[in-house]
């Protein structure tokens, strides 16, 4: 069974490539009523606040900040090779 949950899987082997894999860690807060919690996942590495992303379950708001985090990741990668 296939899945569009990638985003963490893509951030993992971004980060196991450049040799910050264990830089990655999460801050994630439910916000709301037990039945219809909305999730808030911040991906930091190394400490620092990268990106965000909300959604109705953790897997699902981490996902969003893993893609959000990636694209920042490899924008600033292409700027600095661009220099």
């Known amino acids: 069974m296939a899945n569009n949950l990638?985003?963490?899987?893509?951030?993992?082997?971004?980060?196991?490539?450049?040799?910050?894999?264990?830089?990655?860690?999460w801050e994630d807060k439910p916000t709301g009523p037990r039945h219809a919690v909305e999730w808030t996942s911040v991906c930091k590495i190394d400490g620092k606040n990268v990106a965000s992303g909300n959604g109705p379950q953790k897997n699902i708001a981490r996902d969003a900040a893993a893609r959000a985090a990636l694209a920042i990741l490899t924008a600033e990668e292409a700027a600095g090779a661009a220099k």
């Open 6 to 25: 990638d985003g963490t899987v893509a951030l993992n082997n971004y980060l196991q490539n450049i040799g910050k894999a264990t830089s990655l860690s």
